[in-house]
């Protein structure tokens, strides 16, 4: 496992240099516009992955209350929040290249706006909660909540009209519409993005643990209300 | 009808690093047990572990009631407890509490019943909200919502703060009859107060 | 009779009880009422004084009125609906109701509440909202079938979100924080179909968008209503 993360960094910057020089631009893109599909998608993709694995994560730490289960679930949540902003920034970025501007109520952009508030606000609820267990339980409640209304949010907003967003990998016809040398250079920054998610996730996870210092008494760990009771 | 008892085996609490006891254990059948000990040595917390409201940080508490243990959902209605942190709604009168609680615990809760047990803790005719009660009279309103299921296993955390000797009466009724048909738990600064007791507990000073 | 019994009484009947205690609560202090009509009141007056009956349009009347309409509800929601929760905390009975009942009688028993609560301030809003504004609504049963179906939803989240936020600081701002991503989704359909209603449509899409929601919404409450509600 050592050696993979020894190895991520020269693989992502060999992928970072075959982005912008091996494919060539792809048609009806302005300019070299195309190869932010390199690095845009992976951060939607890893957004949602990182939502997938919070929910999950809480679901289990609501069955057993183990502590590192709820830790990796507030980690992931703030990946998702990190990478969410990314892939909203390169989009925007993008489609100021290609329509004039920075925002337009696309569909799928606005659904994307929507899971960043969703995070933020798991974050400030966690926030506003002093009580280490409460907090972990609460945060945990709000995030299965979501993830069973999600559904909605994913398939409501983006209803299926007119979008501005390109199709290459999620279309009508089921295809991803790319070439060859695109479609190498795209799988390879999918799986490497992945693979940094996977790992700041368990650091962030280890870090939070750590930070939590002495593991917290088990069972009920309410203080009473008034003292010397 | 079999009795109902409860045990404790080695209860243990401490949070933030305090510990307030540890391996506390005993059995009562149909009788009272007096706990008793200094201000902050653990009793209200004692007593809300056995009446199911907190968790124990080690030991546990086995519930019998008809000869046999009780699950967890079954403690919701087998254990009355009242303590010093039990409050009502305040726009609401002693009537509207009490018949509110037995219909959310699942009980019908008639006109008549509900008088018997006002009259019991000296509450009868009082139509007021319980906003303008003394201290005195949420303290018996409380004692009649520790015996509102008429649970087996009654548990009173300081029953007789705040009384005078017409409420003192009431709370020596409710345990004379409670005690006979089970285990009745009560807690005092001063034991002296209690009614008597068939067992004594007493918790030592925390230990800093 | 001793108390290790069955009940007597099934869920609903423990519910309701819940319920008819926070009416009679709010009938006789009247605050989360208050606080609700006081809010749409004052929201109504400012958007009629801004906007008047025929300061829009007549082809984007629908759309704004609808808008409009539904960002009043969802913010004299915020402001009212939270009170159930707090009641308790604040009268500090939240240590008698959760020994003797479980999540799932309280949640409902405060939803169906709330519900109720959020349908009478919709009866009176709407009908002014519509006068004040010359919104001449197409279909009124349309537009009443919305109302139930968002209502429901709207209400059940909010009553859920508040028992989460009742023991947190901040807990104004947090609720509405925390609601809002949750409820675009609904409150987007409520808009298309009240759209739709005012122009006489049936927006069958939209309704069964919301009717879903509503079914994915009472399964989830009902789910962790036990894990919101321990202490």
């Known amino acids: 496992m050592k050696a993979l993360k020894l190895l991520l960094l020269p693989y992502m910057a060999a992928f970072v240099a075959a982005a912008f020089l091996w494919p060539a631009p792809a048609e009806g893109f302005i300019g070299e516009s195309s190869r932010i599909v390199f690095f845009h998608v992976p951060c939607a993709w890893t957004a949602t992955l990182a939502f997938v694995v919070a929910a999950a994560y809480s679901v289990a730490y609501l069955a057993r209350r183990n502590p590192r289960a709820d830790a990796v679930a507030h980690a992931a949540v703030r990946l998702g929040l990190l990478f969410a902003v990314l892939a909203l920034v390169t989009g925007s970025v993008f489609a100021r290249i290609m329509w004039g501007s920075f925002w337009n109520w696309d569909p799928r952009q606005s659904s994307f706006l929507l899971l960043l508030f969703l995070y933020a606000a798991y974050l400030f609820l966690r926030a506003a909660i002093d009580d280490p267990e409460r907090r972990a339980r609460i945060g945990a409640a709000y995030a299965v909540f979501a993830a069973i209304l999600m559904p909605f949010l994913v398939f409501v907003v983006p209803r299926v009209t007119e979008s501005l967003h390109p199709q290459t990998i999620i279309n009508p016809e089921g295809k991803i519409l790319m070439d060859s040398p695109t479609k190498v250079v795209f799988f390879a920054g999918l799986a490497g993005f992945t693979a940094i998610f996977l790992w700041l996730l368990e650091l962030e996870s280890r870090l939070e643990r750590l930070a939590a210092g002495a593991p917290a008494p088990s069972g009920n760990g309410n203080l009473p209300r008034r003292p010397g009771v | 009808m079999a009795s109902a008892r409860i045990e404790a085996i080695g209860l243990s609490k401490s949070f933030s690093g305090v510990t307030l006891f540890t391996d506390v254990s005993f059995t009562l059948g149909p009788g009272v047990l007096a706990v008793t000990g200094p201000n902050g040595s653990g009793k209200t917390t004692l007593l809300k572990i056995l009446a199911s409201l907190l968790r124990p940080t080690s030991g546990s508490v086995r519930l019998e009631a008809d000869g046999r243990a009780l699950s967890g959902d079954e403690s919701r209605t087998s254990i009355g407890w009242s303590g010093p942190d039990l409050s009502f709604y305040p726009e609401l009168t002693a009537a509207e509490n009490l018949s509110f609680f037995r219909r959310a615990a699942g009980f019908v809760a008639s006109r008549e019943d509900v008088l018997v047990r006002l009259e019991t803790v000296g509450l009868e005719g009082v139509g007021e909200p319980v906003e303008h009660f003394s201290t005195g009279m949420k303290q018996r309103l409380r004692i009649a919502f520790a015996d509102l299921l008429d649970p087996p296993i009654l548990i009173l955390d300081e029953p007789m703060s705040g009384l005078d000797s017409g409420g003192r009466a009431a709370v020596q009724r409710v345990v004379s009859s409670a005690r006979r048909r089970g285990p009745v738990v009560l807690a005092s600064t001063d034991v002296e107060e209690l009614p008597e007791a068939d067992q004594v507990l007493e918790l030592p000073r925390r230990e800093k | 009779m001793s108390g290790a019994t069955a009940r007597e009484l099934g869920f609903f009947p423990r519910a309701w009880a819940v319920c008819a205690k926070d009416a009679a609560q709010e009938l006789r202090r009247r605050v989360a009422a208050a606080s609700?009509?006081?809010?749409?009141?004052?929201?109504?007056?400012?958007?009629?004084?801004?906007?008047?009956?025929?300061?829009?349009?007549?082809?984007?009347?629908?759309?704004?009125?609808?808008?409009?309409?539904?960002?009043?509800?969802?913010?004299?929601?915020?402001?009212?609906?939270?009170?159930?929760?707090?009641?308790?905390?604040?009268?500090?009975?939240?240590?008698?109701?959760?020994?003797?009942?479980?999540?799932?009688?309280?949640?409902?028993?405060?939803?169906?509440?709330?519900?109720?609560l959020f349908l009478a301030i919709a009866v009176l809003s709407v009908p002014a909202f519509a006068l004040l504004l010359e919104w001449r609504i197409g279909s009124p049963v349309a537009l009443a079938g919305v109302v139930l179906l968002a209502g429901w939803g709207l209400s059940l989240v909010s009553t859920f979100l508040s028992a989460l936020v009742a023991r947190a600081g901040q807990r104004q701002v947090l609720f509405v924080v925390v609601s809002f991503p949750l409820v675009i989704p609904l409150l987007l359909p409520a808009i298309a179909a009240t759209i739709e209603a005012s122009r006489g449509d049936i927006a069958w899409r939209e309704l069964r968008v919301l009717a879903a929601y509503d079914g994915a919404a009472t399964s989830a409450a009902y789910l962790l209503a036990a894990v919101a509600w321990e202490d």
Do not use: D
């Open chain 3, 36 to 116: 609700l009509f006081f809010f749409a009141a004052t929201a109504l007056a400012l958007v009629s004084f801004a906007i008047g009956p025929f300061g829009v349009p007549e082809e984007a009347r629908a759309a704004v009125n609808g808008a409009l309409l539904w960002i009043i509800l969802f913010f004299s929601a915020a402001t009212g609906l939270p009170r159930a929760f707090v009641r308790e905390e604040e009268a500090g009975t939240g240590i008698a109701l959760r020994k003797l009942a479980p999540g799932i009688v309280v949640v409902a028993g405060k939803a169906l509440f709330n519900f109720l």
